[in-house]
């Protein structure tokens, strides 16, 4: 896609030969165990007795197994204990966070994701079961939230230490998966580059979704702030109660038409996460001094799969502009991509324990939309994409109860029942249509006719007169 992508494949390297170290380590660690090869040879029970302990640790995973749609993302069960290195700990996963970026790398159109097969996932919160060497400030039983680039979508993961951060008190596992990337997203949008202050206004798109909902609560922890908020009619209620003072219905109405009505110099702060025509939107809607944060380009997603006219149309109309332009429209311009600040972890903690005060303080508390078992990823991941989610998506790892699966089957009778009978109904429409077609036709027949019987009338008598 640009130059990004060579140093983006060679990233992808470095990871899959660190995956593929854990499961070396253990073999070369093996001999380490054993006391002698000649007590070894003495108690052949004491060394199998290892072997079966390592083999029957699994857990559960959802991996990528290609790019397209939401059946490439399947649950999988892996073996082995995950092996720690000096810095990490393995957390017990409870619940993940699913992100817009997830959806893209299921497509393909996510660089910071390794190729497949690979476990997505860039949040999840749980309870730590094991620490590394040199950890010192994480001890078994922390129940910690994590922020890594890949790798959380499963039963158990191994982290940095320091790319953990403690949950409060009061706060539920759930919320916590919910938390670090759209707060730290929105937190350092509006405040590092937005430089957020009283009175000034600003334009939040997908208003009802995690960052959107994220942003609109940061911005009410600063005084009269005007928030616009663009999401479909449905939502407007939750967003206009949640803090967003003018939302806009996006499918019927023109945004930037909307926006110049009520404030007609434009805005102080847009965040643009759709990029290519909408950036080139956003810019113009900027006041002098207003500043566009854009952070992604969900244009690209259209349909399940990798839809090529979206992403060409996207690029297209990607957004560039001359630095002269910049000078005199006192305007700025800035790029966030939370996948590219991994390795800035003391700026990423001070923000990330200044978003933990406010939740204390109560200012900020993540919007559960709703929670999926494992096995229901692929309806979690459609829910997110036809924008049906007020909130956060999650994922838990809890088991899915055997009645529901059982349920799942009917309801996928249910789906095809349904699609049968909207098909029947759409026939009988259909067919309906055409008896009406019928019915007009012979209404405008039946004048013909009547004007046909008048002439024959006046023609007989003329000939009579003959």
């Given amino acids: 896609m640009s130059g990004e992508d060579a140093p983006a494949e060679q990233q992808n390297a470095v990871d899959q030969k660190q995956e593929t170290k854990p499961a070396e380590e253990p073999k070369a660690e093996e001999p380490k165990t054993e006391p002698a090869p000649a007590a070894a040879e003495a108690s052949p029970a004491a060394t199998t007795e290892k072997v079966p302990e ?19 993302v399947k649950l999988q069960v892996k073996k082995g204990k995950p092996v720690l290195k000096a810095g990490e700990v393995l957390v017990r996963v409870k619940a993940c966070g699913l992100n817009f970026a997830d959806l893209m790398a299921r ?27 040199e950890v010192t400030d994480r001890k078994v039983g922390d129940k910690v939230m994590a922020l890594n680039r890949f790798g959380l979508w499963q039963e158990v993961a191994v982290v940095p230490a320091t790319h953990t951060f403690l949950i409060p008190e ?22 590092d580059f937005g430089n957020l202050r009283p009175n000034q206004s600003v334009l939040i798109h997908a208003a009802a979704g995690g960052v959107g909902i994220a942003a609109t609560q940061l911005c009410n922890t600063v005084k009269d702030v005007t928030v616009f908020g663009t999401a479909s009619a449905s939502k407007h209620e939750t967003i206009s109660q949640g803090g967003v003072t003018h939302p806009i219905d996006y499918r019927t109405k023109d945004y930037v038409e909307e926006v110049r009505k009520i404030s007609p110099k434009g805005l102080d702060i847009i965040l643009d996460p759709l990029g290519g025509s909408d950036t080139h939107k956003a810019y113009n809607l900027l006041k002098p001094m207003g500043k566009l944060i854009t952070y992604g380009a969900a244009n690209m997603l259209a349909g399940q799969k990798k839809n090529l006219i979206a992403v ?11 630095t002269l332009s910049l000078i005199q429209g006192n305007k700025s311009v800035c790029g966030f991509h939370l996948g590219y600040l991994d390795g800035e972890t003391e700026l990423i903690t001070q923000v990330m324990n200044t978003i933990l005060d406010l939740y204390k303080e109560g200012k900020v508390k993540p919007h559960i939309d709703s929670t999926w078992h494992l096995e229901q990823v692929g309806d979690a991941m459609r829910k997110m994409q036809e924008r049906n989610n007020i909130g956060k998506v999650i994922l838990t790892t809890e088991p899915m109860p055997e009645e529901e699966k059982k349920e799942e089957p009917k309801k996928e009778d249910k789906k095809e029942d349904k699609k049968k009978d909207d098909k029947k ?30 002439e024959e009338k006046k023609e007989e008598p003329s000939k009579e007169e003959k």
């Fill in 54 to 72: 390592e083999d029957t640790f699994t857990y559960r995973a959802l991996v990528l197994t290609g790019y397209g749609g939401y059946d490439k």
């Fill in 107 to 133: 497509q393909g159109l996510y660089d910071r994701l390794p190729s497949p097969p690979v476990t997505p996932g860039m949040e999840c919160s749980g309870v730590v079961e094991a620490v590394g060497e």
């Fill in 170 to 191: 009061g706060m539920s596992f759930e919320e916590a998966a919910a938390l670090p990337v759209n707060y730290i997203t929105a937190y350092m949008m509006l405040f």
């Fill in 312 to 322: 060409a149309k996207n690029w297209y109309h990607q957004f560039s502009i001359h």
């Fill in 425 to 454: 109904k759409d026939d009988k429409k259909k067919d309906d249509g055409k008896k009406e077609e019928k019915k007009d036709d012979k209404k405008k027949e039946e004048p013909k006719k009547e004007e046909k019987k008048e």
